[in-house]
């Protein structure tokens, strides 16, 4: 929608401190830090090493969905049953224990926002699941088939679920525009990634499965509809240039309410 | 190693206050720090006073007890971000008028610079004064998407807004800079 301006706005990262600054700041800050008075270099412990793999472990690893089988997997005292689920695959036995836990991770989830990013997440899980079935090499072709199609008939429950919050916003007789908006570009910016990898699984799936690869190109086809419905919510956004002075009273309490600092402290105030 | 990996230990360092990782932390962000900084205030002199105390106070600020950093990335920008509201507060008390008065002041001068510079043909110099007509946090989401390319989760950090917000005042925000760029 906005290609060509994303594609101007980079040419400025050819804006660039003069080196001459850069590199006269630079030895600046180290003298002002006291960087000459360092004689020997910091030593770590495993504790610190372990602080990096801990912040590392916990972007990579500890997504929601993670947590929650681990969570429930310590209450009933089979973490590791319930963690295997987490990699199961159609058609084996701890599928359906993984679908029930994506459906009470919804179930917990307030707001339609967080919602729907869960949903496509959940989708996006279908289409990886499909990739790892194409690309198993013992399995036999009859089985490998009904995988496919319980994957794909998965997915489909995934996607018409998301299509269900775009008719809501779309019939809603008192729509809090705001919200409508939120919700609209999560979802045009989720489905399309969503319609590209769906797209790429469909190339690589066999040809002797025709009725798994027709369910995957409807289900393309009902991922570009929802596509196509959020972005005519936000095309009916009305907001203009005049915005270009609005909300100057917003943003005074918004610097407020992050209690930025005054000339005489100014510590950053972010917290992780 | 990847960046990530790369940057957790150099924040470890930067913690043990190890002025080598400072320094290389420094050369990794410095230029997307400044050109943040430059869209928001009158002058490049400016622009390289500020990127210096960014660097600064956040060494400070990572020193202080208590202080636990996720992500240096997004507190830099965050120190940035306080800073030149700093900036302009400073100048505020100089001249004894109201917040209210120094923004439509910074509008004013805003305007006045996208004047002088709407004759500059090249496309660089348009564009840089259209970011400069855009309201801040319109101009903030859209270096730190376009520009610096961080993710929604990081802008949503450092503009302290969920990540539903985020999407949205990019949206508005391409919009609007299509509008000026087709003005232009």
């Known amino acids: 929608m906005h290609e060509d301006v994303i594609k101007k706005l980079k040419e400025l990262k050819n804006i660039q401190p003069r080196s001459e600054w850069q590199a006269q700041n630079r030895d600046l800050l180290l003298s002002r830090i006291g960087a ?34 681990l969570v429930l997997g310590f209450t009933v005292g089979s973490s590791l049953v319930i963690n295997a689920s987490f990699y199961s695959l159609p058609g084996q036995g701890l599928y359906p224990v993984k679908i029930a836990l994506e459906k009470a991770q919804l179930a917990i989830t307030s707001g339609d926002e967080k919602q729907i990013e869960l949903k496509i997440e959940f989708a996006q899980k279908r289409i990886n699941e499909i990739d790892k079935i194409v690309a198993q090499s013992d399995v036999d072709s009859t089985d490998k088939q009904g995988q496919l199609a319980a994957a794909v008939k998965e997915l489909q429950k995934n996607v018409a679920s998301v299509q269900q919050h775009i008719t809501k916003e779309n019939q809603s007789p008192d729509p809090d525009r705001e919200k409508t908006l939120r919700i609209a570009i999560s979802i045009s910016s989720e489905t399309k990634e969503l319609s590209q990898s769906l797209d790429k699984a469909s190339k690589t799936l066999p040809t002797t499965t025709p009725e798994v690869k027709d369910i995957v190109n409807q289900t393309v086809e009902s991922v570009q509809a929802i596509t196509a419905s959020a972005d005519k919510l936000i095309q009916a956004d009305a907001t203009s240039t005049d915005s270009l002075v609005e909300n100057k009273e917003e943003e005074k309490s918004d610097a407020a309410s992050n209690q930025l600092p005054t000339a005489t402290s100014s510590t950053p105030i972010i917290k992780n | 190693m990847s960046s990530n990996i790369k940057e957790k230990i150099l924040l470890l360092r930067l913690q043990k206050r190890d002025p080598e990782a400072f320094a290389q932390l420094y050369d990794l962000y410095v230029a997307s720090i400044y050109r943040f900084i430059l869209f928001k205030v009158p002058t490049r002199q400016d622009a390289e006073d500020l990127t210096s105390e960014v660097f600064l106070k956040t060494w400070q600020y ?10 240096f990335r997004s507190l830099l920008y965050a120190s940035a971000r306080n800073l030149v509201v700093d900036f302009y507060r400073r100048r505020s008390q100089g001249e004894m008028i109201g917040d209210e008065e120094v923004l439509l002041q910074l509008e004013d001068s805003r305007q006045q610079n996208f004047l002088n510079q ?27 998407r376009f520009l610096d390319e961080l993710s929604i989760s990081e802008i949503a950090e450092v503009l302290n807004k969920s990540k539903g917000s985020v999407r949205v005042l990019i949206h508005r925000a391409l919009k609007v800079v299509k509008e000026l760029i087709s003005q232009s």
Not at chain 1, 38 to 64: I, R
């Open chain 1, 36 to 69: 000459s008075h360092q004689v020997t270099a910091p030593e770590f412990s495993w504790l610190d090493y372990s602080w990096v793999l801990g912040v590392l472990f916990k972007q990579k690893m500890l997504e929601p969905a993670v947590v929650m089988l």
């Open chain 2, 62 to 71: 990572i020193g202080e007890a208590g202080n636990n950093v996720g992500n």
């Open chain 2, 118 to 144: 709407i004759d500059a043909k090249a496309d660089v110099k348009n564009l840089e004064s259209c970011l400069r007509r855009l309201k801040d946090e319109y101009r903030d989401v859209i270096i730190l």
